[in-house]
């Protein structure tokens, strides 16, 4: 009887501590849901998750600027246009005259965006940013049309549309479409997909535009009119993750915007079109939507629980769920 009664309680002492070990000292979960908790109130939950689709980016870069301006007046007179003095038969321009002057410099452009990401498709933002640039004379033949001053300064206004074209998910179901015709009963094949599925694919590409005003805060010349100058362009955007967080990208691509010219005393104008092709780096961080671990003592620098709800232990500059190899 005594050697049944402590069989029992050695037993009831098993049970106890293989329960114990189930619930960590720190309060550690140990499975995860699928659907995990970012706050322990409702509210704080839904605020987490929506401010976990917004970044925060700067970049900068350089760019050519081609202008092109087709000219012709009734009175030419008004407007700066010289002849090359090594010219030994001089000439004017006339009213019947139709002259096309081009010209092309340098700029480069500063800027800052707030982006918000929808399903991982489509991305929004605004932002502003500051070009700092020359501006040469327009020549045309033996004509030159001359300004005030080579350089100028222009702030940007913008916002922002971009589409996902190539991504982790989308190369997830374009392996899937490449292994569609093997037998979900060809183990090797599915396991050669799967393992190709789970491989860390820190690339995507975007096209990318943006749109907006022009404001002059240093003019090239006083007759340029700064009013309402649009301006939109079109580029190519590659991003590589670095975390969850925070990315590298470069960008490339070209803008579209216009300048009158117009003289005091005359009503007409000509407008100046420039084409700039730009280059561009910048960082891109997203805000994080689970809160950095704080319980004392808690180790753990990968994603995990505590009483249901997700934490990250460690930066958002590292990757949360690192691998073999990535520790360092």
Partial sequence: MKKLLALIYILFLGLHFAHAQDDDIFGIDSKAKSKTRKSQSNIGNVFRNAIGNFSFEVFTGGAFHTNKMVFTSLSPSLYPITQFQNIEVPQQVTAED?????????????NAAVKINLFNTLTLGAGYGREFGQMSNLRSGDFEFQFQQKSYTLDRAFGSIGLVLYDANKRAKFLRWRYRAFDSNNIMMQSEMNQRIRQIYPWRFTAE???????????FDPSINTDNQSFYNIALR????????TRFFVKAGAEFRNYNYQTEINEEFQTIGQNLFFAQVGLSISLPSTKRCKVPGCGVVMKHLHNGVEYRGSSIFQLQNRRVGQWY
């Fill in 238 to 245: 590659v991003e590589k993750e670095f975390s969850e967080y």
């Fill in 209 to 219: 535009s943006e749109f907006g005003n022009v404001y002059m805060r240093r003019n």
């Fill in 98 to 110: 139709t002259l096309t002057f081009s010209g092309n410099n340098y700029a480069i452009p500063v």
